[in-house]
């Protein structure tokens, strides 16, 4: 599943936009939309991937 969403996404961050392809430093996440700890399924649709910096700032907001 980790793999369809980075495709979907084509392999960059969705909030900044970084890519390893641009940056071999950047780390891909794939992260929950709706946090999974607030009732976020881990479905597709409720999935994106996120650089690890953009993740980790995200936190359990929502």
Not at 32 to 51: A, F
């Amino acid at each position: 599943m980790r793999f369809l969403v980075m495709k979907r996404d084509n392999f960059k961050c969705c909030l900044c936009g970084a890519s390893p392809a641009k940056d071999p430093s950047v780390v891909l996440h794939v992260d929950h939309i709706i946090p999974w700890s607030k009732g976020g399924e881990t479905v597709i649709e409720n999935l994106q991937t996120l650089c690890s910096n953009c993740n980790l700032g995200k936190g359990n907001m929502m």
